[in-house]
């Protein structure tokens, strides 16, 4: 039986096309499977023995015959509306979620990453306290509700301090759609009232600025880098879309301490958000473990379809 490879998706996501057709070209086996079209799928989980997808077009990938699964932005399928109340649209993707993670428990395939690993890097704090361990710089960071605790942190860091979310902090309904980027504030910045700072936290982080911007994207050992050049504008580099990326290397120590980070969070694949100081030291900042990629590689020509193409075959 020719060994496989999974690619568990979105149909929109036109990365996973790059390495779709770097597996092609190796004559790898690849089936797609786009979660929004589950319904039209047969999944068949035989637990404790095996687990079987069988597409619309008959082409099936089992537990057996897959070699890696690349679990890369699924989406909860499309139902239909008519009939389904909110909540009830929501226990049922929660029963798929389930389903389609619940394959990741059988056998010993590779994964890039694991669903339940993923979610565990999610949380900020860790990826902070693990970053430390292997090594690299981390800005002092607070997370707090308390104003007059806040002053003082930006009083004790020059007067400024970046303001950011503890989680991935993104809404939309029917009125707005809206995300929280990091900010760099001043104590002029924080409430007058100290309750409408005590709604929620927040992250204060020590700024680094002015910096290089670098994002290094981690896949298995391969260490892939690029920068922006140096700025003292915007914190985060998403709000200048303009901005120019260049392939770099990163010192050894730094490219040991992303693989360390990536490797403890239980993942194989990363990326890693860094600012290198006027001094040339690298702050670690964050870690994406299932980030975004294709613009480096239109804009930096790194090589990353074929790094990803390497692990899923490895």
């Given amino acids: 039986?020719?060994?496989?490879?999974?690619?568990?998706?979105?149909?929109?996501?036109?990365?996973?096309?790059?390495?779709?057709?770097?597996?092609?070209?190796?004559?790898?086996?690849?089936?797609?499977?786009?979660?929004?079209?589950?319904?039209?799928?047969?999944?068949?989980?035989?637990?404790?023995?095996?687990?079987?997808?069988?597409?619309?077009?008959?082409?099936?990938?089992?537990?057996?015959?897959?070699?890696?699964?690349?679990?890369?932005?699924?989406?909860?399928?499309?139902?239909?509306?008519?009939?389904?109340?909110?909540?009830?649209?929501?226990?049922?993707?929660?029963?798929?979620?389930?389903?389609?993670?619940?394959?990741?428990?059988?056998?010993?395939?590779?994964?890039?990453?694991?669903?339940?690993?993923?979610?565990?890097?999610?949380?900020?704090?860790?990826?902070?306290?693990?970053?430390?361990?292997?090594?690299?710089?981390?800005?002092?960071t607070v997370v707090i509700n308390d104003v007059e605790t806040a002053k003082r942190f930006i009083a004790g860091h020059g007067g400024r301090a970046v303001a950011k979310s503890l989680t991935a902090a993104h809404w939309e309904d029917d009125s707005e759609a809206a995300f929280v980027f990091a900010r760099l504030i001043g104590e002029e910045d924080l409430p007058d009232d100290p309750a409408a700072f005590r709604r929620a936290p927040v992250v204060l982080q020590e700024a680094i600025n002015p910096k290089h911007d670098v994002r290094a994207t981690v896949v298995g050992d391969c260490v892939l880098a690029a920068a922006t050049p140096p700025t003292t504008a915007e914190v985060d580099w998403r709000l200048e879309p303009e901005r120019t990326w260049k392939a770099v290397e990163l010192p050894p120590m730094t490219v040991k301490g992303c693989q360390e980070l990536v490797a403890n969070l239980g993942l194989r694949f990363a990326g890693i958000d860094?600012?290198?100081?006027?001094?040339?030291?690298?702050?670690?900042?964050?870690?994406?473990?299932?980030?975004?990629?294709?613009?480096?590689?239109?804009?930096?020509?790194?090589?990353?379809?074929?790094?990803?193409?390497?692990?899923?075959?490895?």
């Fill in 1 to 140: 039986m020719t060994a496989q490879v999974l690619i568990v998706t979105n149909e929109r996501d036109l990365d996973a096309d790059r390495v779709v057709c770097e597996l092609d070209r190796r004559g790898v086996d690849v089936l797609r499977c786009n979660t929004e079209r589950l319904t039209d799928w047969l999944v068949v989980h035989d637990v404790g023995h095996g687990w079987r997808l069988t597409a619309p077009s008959g082409r099936t990938a089992t537990s057996d015959s897959v070699r890696a699964v690349w679990w890369r932005r699924p989406e909860p399928p499309t139902l239909p509306l008519q009939g389904l109340s909110a909540g009830c649209r929501e226990a049922l993707d929660d029963q798929w979620q389930a389903l389609m993670e619940g394959l990741a428990r059988c056998g010993k395939r590779r994964w890039v990453s694991r669903p339940a690993a993923l979610r565990r890097a999610e949380d900020k704090l860790l990826q902070l306290m693990s970053a430390r361990t292997v090594g690299l710089s981390v800005p002092d």
């Fill in 274 to 314: 860094l600012a290198i100081a006027e001094d040339g030291t690298p702050w670690f900042l964050e870690a994406n473990p299932n980030g975004e990629w294709g613009w480096l590689v239109d804009a930096a020509g790194l090589p990353v379809p074929v790094a990803l193409a390497d692990e899923l075959t490895a």
